[in-house]
């Protein structure tokens, strides 16, 4: 079973920046997507960013110039580097795996793998 465990995240003001990180583990695909997630209150789950195992990345429109994802394939990490933050971006960010990943998507239902999520509050 995957393991995946979010940290990072936490109140800013409007304009400030956080580092949100994925842990995974307990996975072993060779071609995988990995991506960021966030559901506000009310919300649906929306894509944030996502990245296969080649680098290929897809952000949403919404944070893109803004966000940033890196993965350390070494130590099975994923980032998200948040910068110019925005009440908009209030919510909880979930990282999540989708295993034997042919097609890069941000697509929640193509994932199969979940953490628990970490709060982002971004205060104006």
């Known amino acids: 079973q995957v393991r995946l465990v979010e940290s990072g995240g936490g109140s800013v003001q409007a304009g400030g920046s956080l580092r949100l990180s994925c842990a995974a583990s307990?996975?072993?695909?060779?071609?995988?997507?990995m991506g960021w997630f966030r559901q506000a209150p009310g919300k649906e789950r929306e894509g944030v960013v996502g990245?296969?195992?080649?680098?290929?990345?897809s952000y949403a429109e919404s944070v893109k110039g803004r966000f940033t994802i890196s993965q350390d394939n070494a130590k099975k990490t994923l980032y998200l580097q948040m910068n110019s933050l925005k009440p908009e971006d209030s919510a909880m960010y979930y990282c999540?795996?989708?295993?034997?990943?042919?097609?890069?998507?941000?697509?929640?239902?193509?994932?199969?793998?979940w953490g628990q999520g970490t709060q982002v509050t971004v205060s104006s």
């Open positions: 990245i296969d195992r080649d680098g290929s990345v």
């Open positions: 307990r996975y072993t695909y060779s071609r995988y997507c």
């Open positions: 999540a795996v989708k295993g034997y990943c042919d097609v890069l998507t941000r697509e929640p239902g193509e994932y199969n793998y």
